[in-house]
T-cell receptor, first 113, second 113 residues
Framework: KAGVTQTPRYLIKTRGQQVTLSCSPI?????VSWYQQTPGQGLQFLFE???????NKGNFPGRFSGRQFSSSRSEMNVSTLELGDSALYLC????????????FGPGTRLTVL | AQSVTQLDSQVPVFEEAPVELRCNYS??????LFWYVQYPNQGLQLLLK??????LVKGINGFEAEFNKSQTSFHLRKPSVHISDTAEYFC???????????FGKGTTLSVSS
């Protein structure tokens, strides 16, 4: 069974631009969560989607948004990029929350110049 | 609010020596507990998890962890480490009612010969 895939793997943007990252969960998984990983703040929860509905949201500004499609694929969008948005963005999928194992993708490395 | 403290940011150890990576958590409700490993330029891989039942949990690659409710700890152990165990290790918790993982800051395990 294929794992979680994230595209693109690497991205370079400039301040003020917007970006969309994509995540395809493991087949059959309906829950998708997003995390931001930075050297300073570590791993922080962004949001979680289940059956196209946002179930939970972390403490991030409104510039960070996401959605989930009926296929369970998810996208996250960051508008008006700031230098501090440079990070590894990780997506994880699970079969059924809560407490079920979350399987992580390789991440998208976003660099904001 | 939940929080996770990994007591050591770096743990250097020689090959074939035992190792313990310490994790303490705080939460007002019951939690699920996880250990993940991250190799350079990769996503997170689940080592083991505690959901309920036996407090000694065995995971992949010879790792095990013990849940201690009275001390709110979930320390990770391996009796004999290999060079290939060099990686970043993350302890995480999630509550029953949600799936957002709260991560510790991570412990860098460096195994040398």
């Amino acid at each position: 069974k294929a794992g979680v895939t994230q595209t693109p793997r690497y991205l370079i943007k400039t301040r003020g631009q917007q970006v969309t990252l994509s995540c395809s969960p493991i087949s059959g998984h309906r829950s998708v969560s997003w995390y931001q990983q930075t050297p300073g703040q570590g791993l922080q929860f962004l949001f979680e989607y289940f059956s196209e509905t946002q179930r939970n949201k972390g403490n991030f500004p409104g510039r960070f948004s996401g959605r989930q499609f009926s296929s369970s694929r998810s996208e996250m969008n960051v508008s008006t990029l700031e230098l501090g948005d440079s990070a590894l963005y990780l997506c994880a999928s699970s079969l059924k929350p809560p407490g079920d194992t979350q399987y992580f993708g390789p991440g998208t490395r976003l660099t904001v110049l | 609010a939940q929080s996770v403290t990994q007591l050591d940011s770096q743990v250097p150890v020689f090959e074939e020596a035992p190792v313990e990576l310490r994790c303490n958590y705080s939460s007002s409700v019951s939690v699920y507990l996880f250990w993940y490993v991250q190799y350079p330029n990769q996503g997170l891989q689940l080592l083991l998890k505690y959901l309920s039942g036996s407090t000694l949990v065995k995971g992949i690659n010879g790792f095990e962890a013990e849940f201690n409710k009275s001390q709110t700890s979930f320390h990770l152990r391996k009796p004999s480490v290999h060079i290939s165990d060099t990686a970043e290790y993350f302890c995480a918790v999630s509550e029953f009612i949600g799936t957002a993982l709260i991560f510790g800051k991570g412990t860098t395990l460096s195994v040398s010969s």
